[in-house]
């Protein structure tokens, strides 16, 4: 089969690379040529401006619900065309499983974000917390805003996840508003460019949302500024390298780093042989160490047993390991590919040479691997074990970047605590552990070194995404070798391509620069009554004002009864002495159910449904005699998908209420949200 030529995606249209195709990228499998790219550098000043001037535009107009749309479209898109993925995929040295994790792991990352979206309102930007007054008479607030930057998010990913690596990142950016360039390392590059292929013909993204580089990209932040942002996952010495570059520096380009970090898995103290979580803890271990060949930045790298229980450790992770057949990914039986080259072998080797000059080779696979391969990227696994962990320095520092692992003895947990820190900040670690009071204590110790700390046991192994599985909602990243960055992490990660802005004025100029009705903003009496509106027709700051309601003793007593909320502050007078309160108090749940009693239209409109309750408060005692009026406005308006032809248009409607007594005083706020019809259900 003949290797392909690489090509860039870039101005809109596929470049092929020009001159001489001088970089061989090999079949990790085979040894054989697989793909063809070049050394050159491109016009790195044009691609960003079209990115800017092209992709940005359009993702900002887009509102938050239209991008995440967007995104469930994609991922439903890449996942009917998965197999090919799969299929390409074996050319880097993975088994299927390895794959999945890769692909369908990337694919879910651009499903979980566009679920996300209804975190968000139906705006391009977003409100980031709730308002802050400012003055006394509450004429003067503030809020913080959230508005994508304008140019482009430039991301350098690392050769071990060309699809996750890729996905993860650009999930984040498009929803935020913010288009990307793709710098995908060239050992893997041609996976990368296979997924982006399917990208572009889909048609779903406006033009200029992604562009792929399929090659060097020395010069690039040479032209990044400070519109732009800048990610990188790989080893901490480029990526430190990376960080330094004197234009990021000048421009201020806020930059995330992901870095391979020795990460740990811990066996707790109080686990002992034959326990579950004596298993669980090998059956972890092994797993880290074979998927993807080792080849993960999340992968165990340091391994810690109780030293009474070093023995038993070593004699179970061999036998575990030592079934672990490595070879060809498309024989059945293979649990286990290929390093992603020969190169890379190399190198571990080399990492493994140095680790065995303070720690003893207990395992080492050295069978030949199976199937009709090239085996010089096949590396089987190697467990070392250090007795002296304390005066040991290249365990702590030097990562073998595969099947490579330390066993090391600790002898009390504040030990074991302090041996994990020493990786000098990890991505992750796991403690395997049924006791919670060691768990605590661990947690609270080792948090300040690690992004992510896994707690496993019998409880919760079953469903368990396990040690080396970052998920979209969390953040992935980590303190210090790790790099000090966040990738994902929800609502975080949107954050890091979006400027946060503080507003300053009044409720009534906040409510319209935000679409979101601001306490003590202006409030226009809405005709008809607002449950008799349609979406389309409900304008922010629109408001019910109610009849008004007497509260007696018999409604608290009636409540009381129905309710079966006999607290006694609200049906025993003679218990209030040493309480804040004068008398009985009305229910603060009775105060809600008026408040809808009082807003509420009952007649048929388009109104579908209460859909819940939010930010509810009681601010202040109600006593029978007094006087309740309701203030009932629309808050924020975010428009919903159809589900199918058959479904009706419609959309939430958050509405503030706010619920005052004689003096004008709030008792109760809230805000409530109704799912509303259309008028126009074309």
Wanted: proline residues 4%.
């Amino acid at each position: 089969m003949e290797p392909s030529f690489l090509q860039h995606f870039v101005h809109g249209q596929w470049q092929p690379t020009s001159g001489q195709h001088d970089v061989e990228i090999r079949h990790a499998i085979n040894g054989n040529v697989h793909a063809l790219t070049s050394n050159e550098e491109l016009d790195w000043e044009q691609i960003l401006n079209y990115g800017r001037s092209v992709g940005n535009p359009a993702l900002r107009s887009m509102t938050f619900q239209e991008r995440g749309r967007m995104l469930k479209a994609l991922a439903l898109h890449l996942h009917a065309k998965k197999e090919k993925f799969y299929q390409m995929s074996e050319a880097t040295g993975a088994t299927r499983v390895d794959s999945w994790i890769d692909i369908e792991g990337g694919i879910g990352n651009l499903f979980s974000y566009a679920s996300l979206r209804r975190q968000f309102g139906d705006q391009p930007f977003a409100i980031d917390g709730d308002a802050i007054g400012l003055s006394k008479g509450g004429s003067f607030v503030a809020n913080h805003l959230l508005v994508p930057k304008e140019g482009v998010a430039v991301h350098i990913n690392a050769f071990n996840f060309p699809v996750w690596g890729m996905l993860e990142k650009v999930a984040v950016n498009w929803l935020a508003g913010v288009p990307a360039i793709i710098k995908p390392a060239t050992a893997t590059s041609f996976l990368a460019e296979c997924v982006v292929r399917e990208i572009i013909s889909s048609e779903i993204l406006p033009p200029g949302a992604i562009q792929l580089i399929c090659g060097p990209a020395r010069q690039l932040l040479d032209h990044v500024n400070e519109r732009d942002v800048v990610t990188f996952t790989g080893s901490a010495s480029t990526g430190m390298k990376l960080r330094a570059h004197p234009n990021l520096n000048a421009h201020s380009v806020p930059f995330n780093m992901e870095a391979d970090s020795l990460n740990s898995c811990i066996l707790g103290n109080h686990v002992k042989a034959g326990d579950a979580e004596f298993d669980l803890f090998i059956k972890e271990v092994r797993k880290e160490m074979t998927v993807k060949c080792g080849q993960k930045c999340t992968a165990v790298r340091r391994v810690f047993a109780p030293e009474h229980l070093m023995d038993e450790v070593q004699t179970a992770l061999v036998a575990a390991l030592s079934k672990t057949t490595k070879g060809d990914p498309s024989l059945e039986g293979v649990r286990m590919g290929s390093l992603v080259n020969a190169e890379q072998k190399e190198e571990v080797l080399s990492q493994i040479r140095e680790l065995e000059s303070e720690a003893e080779c207990v395992f080492r696979d050295e069978s030949e691997p199976i199937g009709n391969v090239n085996a010089a990227a096949f590396m089987g696994p190697v467990l070392l074990r250090m007795n002296d962990p304390d005066h040991a320095i290249r365990c702590h520092d030097v990562e073998a970047f595969g099947p490579v692992s330390t066993l090391m003895p600790y002898r009390d947990l504040p030990h074991a605590i302090a041996l994990t820190n020493r990786g000098k900040g990890s991505l992750c670690c796991s403690l395997v552990s049924h006791d919670s009071s060691e768990a605590k204590h661990f947690v609270m110790g080792t948090a300040v070194m690690h992004g992510r700390i896994l707690v496993l046991d019998r409880e919760c192994a079953k469903e368990s995404t396990g040690h080396g599985s970052p998920l979209p909602l969390l953040v992935h990243g980590g303190p210090g070798r790790a790099g000090g960055g966040e990738e994902m992490g929800g609502l975080r990660g949107i954050q890091h391509y979006m400027q946060r802005t503080a507003i300053q004025g009044s409720p009534t100029m906040l409510s319209e620069i935000t679409q979101s009705y601001h306490a003590g903003g202006k409030q226009t009496e809405a005709e008809p009554h607002l449950f008799q509106q349609h979406f389309e027709d409900l304008i922010v700051g629109h408001t019910v004002t109610t009849a008004k309601h007497t509260i007696t003793e018999a409604d608290i007593v009636n409540f009381a009864n129905v309710s079966g909320d006999h607290f006694y502050a609200h049906v025993d007078e003679t218990s209030l002495d040493g309480t804040i309160f004068e008398k009985r108090v009305a229910h603060g749940y009775y105060l809600l159910s008026k408040a809808a009693g009082l807003f509420v239209d009952p007649k048929k409109g388009p109104v579908l449904l209460n859909y819940g309750v939010e930010e509810a408060r009681f601010t202040k005692p109600v006593y029978p005699g007094t006087t309740v009026g309701v203030k009932l406005t629309v808050k924020e308006k975010v428009e919903q998908e159809k589900r199918s032809d058959d479904d009706i248009k419609k959309g939430i409607v958050r509405f503030y209420v706010d619920m005052y007594d004689q003096e004008g005083e709030s008792v109760a706020i809230a805000t409530i949200l109704t799912m509303v019809k259309f008028r126009n259900q074309d």
